[in-house]
């Protein structure tokens, strides 16, 4: 059962940055319009009921999303030095090939293809986009013992994994086991280039990384922020700048706790399906949006 739905990100043009999609990822718009007022409320974000919006969908037809958001550019907003939704991870079919193609593009290489030690599964590498949203593109290379990976089905494919930076990891595990359905997974120290490089701490130090699952399914990783990291900056009554927005299905919605931004109401279109939707902050403020199913799509 794959749970993972959409991600939400936050432009400042709409037009330029659905092109960028489009161009240099292969995705293309399923559904666009203006943000409804009573959406925007769920989302505590009030200001942002008649922005426009798109939602697109990867070449290979996988109905996993991404969803622009136009709204004016936070000047404080620095990306990877605050908490929330940090990243997007994109599976892709050749990771060399993806660094090629990012090579001519507004998408900045930020951390160009690099083994992960004690994770030879994956071959990752990661870009910030023009609006500041960081964006990993990975190559599986197989399963995990305990877990299963998508394999992409077109040059660059669907979205597989949301990253969320915390201020404290093991309480936010905590609380993602209680108010979002899903489970602990694998934690480990690594060596994060890209991390090391936006806190300016020595390359070679250990940062502290947790997945989260459902049964065999994995599709969150929280880090742990240094010190340094602070409460991402947004305008009043607005999403946060970067990655704004996770979405995801459940089995179970009526044994989730909230509480809700406001109560659950049933939703249309690629995203929600007519399933009831209620969105949650964490512990950081981060909006976690869960979308009721029964069945998800495989």
């Not at 030095?81 to 892709?92: P, Q």
Request: overall charge negative.
């Amino acid at each position: 059962m794959k749970l993972l739905r959409a991600a939400t990100l936050t432009v400042a043009d709409l037009k330029t940055s659905a092109g960028n999609y489009a161009r240099y990822l292969d995705y293309a718009v399923v559904d666009e319009g203006a943000v409804a007022q009573d959406l925007a409320a769920s989302w505590d974000a009030p200001e942002t009921a008649g922005r426009p919006y798109a939602i697109m969908q990867p070449a290979s037809g996988a109905e996993i999303y991404l969803r622009l958001v136009e709204q004016p550019p936070h000047p404080d907003f620095v990306p990877l030095r605050s908490y929330g939704w940090a990243a997007i991870e994109i599976c892709v079919e050749d990771v060399l090939a993806a660094n090629a193609r990012m090579e001519d593009s507004p998408f900045e290489i930020i951390g160009p293809p690099r083994e992960i030690d004690g994770l030879p599964a994956i071959y990752p590498m990661q870009v910030k986009g023009p609006d500041g949203e960081i964006v990993y593109l990975t190559q599986i290379r197989d399963d995990l013992p305990a877990y299963d990976l998508p394999r992409a089905a077109s040059p660059i494919d669907k979205l597989f994994i949301l990253v969320m930076a915390c201020s404290d990891l093991d309480a936010s595990l905590d609380w993602m086991e209680r108010h979002a359905g899903v489970e602990k997974g694998r934690d480990m120290e690594i060596v994060y280039t890209m991390l090391a490089n936006a806190f300016d701490a020595p390359l070679d130090e250990l940062h502290r990384i947790a997945t989260m699952i459902h049964g065999r399914d994995v599709f969150l990783e929280l880090d742990q922020y240094p010190d340094a990291a602070n409460l991402r900056p947004k305008h009043e009554g607005m999403l946060a700048p970067g990655c704004a927005i996770g979405t995801f299905w459940t089995p179970d919605f009526d044994a989730l706790p909230g509480p809700w931004v406001v109560p659950p109401a049933r939703r249309d279109g690629p995203v929600y399906k007519g399933g009831r939707v209620g969105v949650v902050k964490d512990l950081d403020g981060a909006l976690i949006e869960i979308v009721e199913s029964e069945a998800p799509p495989s």
